[in-house]
Each structure stands twice: as structure tokens, then as C-alpha cells.
């Protein structure tokens, strides 16, 4: 394992057990709203904090950018981009779907990846370059040809519901093509499911680069193809992102061009 990715492991573990005692006494949380539909905890900020601190001990002088508590300064050659607890509705509700995200970009470049589910101990690994892991074993994304029989993910345009005609016009038009459709509540769960096969395709917008960076380089590291609703290669800064088998995301981005 990448000296790198060891250490997010270790971060990763460490939010993992913040989150899994906060999970176990979820009356007592104190609730805060960011915005509309969007909440936050007290375990949110404590196990991002958690992430850094023990990034910090090896890497004292490295960049982060937390959804919780923003930007860290410092090497912006090594940017550490965390989402400390991917699907906090879910959390909050007592839901059991939910993750730590800990994505490492060198100069740019997607590196380093750990999506850690704390509840399942799933832990989903990528290095670039080196292929993708579940718990140590190499998984593989699905390399399903057409949408008829397929299992996709989406999520709704929640936070903006003035896109919510266009989203729907476009989720009937793949709804009648693919088997079915699953929405988790986690994107970083998403694009890992993507990556193990469990789900043939994936595909949302109004995502933040955190929500994302991990699950993308897994999942691209698993074989899958990762693009915007356009087709293009940046799906971290276009704020929408569709993935799966070069045949599914070709057949995805026809119906979302429209």
C-alpha cells in the first residue's frame, strides 16, 4: 500500500469510530441547517477533525479543503479534499448508508482515494494506477453494454429544485430504459458501488468537489468511466458527474445532453 494511502487509511478509521459512536446516541446530537435541506453535525466537525489531525502527524505541511471547515493552508502540490461524513441526512435519520470520503490530489491529479463505510467496516482503496480495492481484494466495475436490465444511482436535485422538471424529464427517459434505479443518499457510496459492480451506472448534479474526489478515482480505478453530463473529463469542478461502463455512460450522457 502507498505510503499515502496508509495514512488515509488510518484517518479514514479514525473518523469511522467518531461517527460510529456519534451513531449510537443519535438523540443527543445537536442538529444544525447550512442551508436548504442541508445539515450538519457535531460529529461532522469532529471527525474531519479527526481526518487532519492524523494526516498532520506524517504530513504537517500539506493543503486540505474539508466541507466542514474549509480550506488549510499550506503545500498545494498535496491537497487533501475530505467529506468527514458523506450522507449526513442519512446519519441523523438513524439510515445505516453513509461514509467517510479522504481524497489525496498531487499537483492536480487525483492520487489517493478512501471511501470507508463505518457501519458495514467496508473500506474502499485506489492508488492511481494501481487498481482498486475492497477491503484489500481487487474489485471491478461493470461492463454492462446497453441500460435494459441494468441497476443505476442517482440522486435528486434536493438543494436546487428549480432543476427539478429537467432532472425528472430525464430520469422518466432513463427510468423506461434501464432495470431499475437506486437513490442511496451518499455520492462517495455511489461511485464505490460503481466501482464493486453492484450498481451498473451512476450519475448526479450539484455535487462539491468532496462529495466526489474519492469516489471518482476508485471507481475510475476499477475500470470505470467517469465523465460530466457533457462527456467531458472534469467532473469535480463542472458540479455533475456520470459514471459506469463506457457503454452505459455513453447511453446516460445521450438522454442528460437534453
Not at 221 to 232: M, Q, R, S
Request: proline share 3%.
Amino acid at each position: 500500500m502507498h505510503p499515502m494511502l496508509n495514512i488515509a487509511v488510518r484517518a479514514a478509521r479514525s473518523a469511522g469510530s467518531v461517527i460510529a459512536r456519534g451513531f449510537e446516541n443519535i438523540d443527543d446530537l445537536e442538529i444544525q441547517q447550512k442551508g436548504a435541506n442541508d445539515f450538519v453535525t457535531k460529529v461532522d466537525k469532529e471527525a474531519e477533525q479527526a481526518i487532519i489531525s492524523k494526516i498532520q502527524q506524517s504530513y504537517p505541511d500539506h493543503m486540505f479543503v474539508g466541507e466542514e471547515g474549509g480550506v488549510v493552508e499550506g503545500n498545494a502540490d498535496f491537497k487533501w479534499v475530505i467529506d468527514p461524513l458523506d450522507g449526513t441526512t442519512n446519519f441523523i435519520k438513524g439510515i445505516p448508508h453513509f461514509c467517510v470520503s479522504i481524497a489525496l490530489l498531487y499537483k492536480g491529479r487525483l492520487d489517493q482515494a478512501v471511501v470507508f463505510d463505518p457501519i458495514r467496516g467496508e473500506l474502499f482503496t485506489a492508488s492511481r494506477g494501481n487498481g482498486a480495492q475492497l477491503n484489500g481484494k481487487r474489485i471491478r466495475a461493470s461492463q454492462a453494454k446497453e441500460l435494459s436490465n441494468t441497476v443505476l444511482a442517482t440522486a435528486f436535485p434536493f438543494k436546487d429544485r428549480d432543476y427539478l422538471d429537467i432532472y425528472m424529464a430525464s430520469f422518466k427517459e432513463i427510468f423506461s430504459q434501464a432495470g431499475d434505479i437506486r437513490r442511496g443518499g451518499s455520492a462517495a457510496l455511489d461511485l464505490a458501488y460503481v466501482a464493486a459492480g453492484r450498481v451498473d451506472g451512476y450519475w448526479e448534479k450539484g455535487i462539491k468537489p468532496w462529495d466526489i474526489a474519492a469516489g471518482e478515482l476508485i471507481a475510475r480505478e476499477a475500470g470505470a468511466l467517469v465523465t460530466d453530463f457533457k462527456g467531458g473529463n472534469d467532473p469535480m469542478h463542472s458540479g455533475e458527474i456520470v459514471a459506469g461502463s463506457a457503454r452505459v455512460v455513453q447511453a446516460l450522457v445521450k438522454q442528460l445532453k437534453k
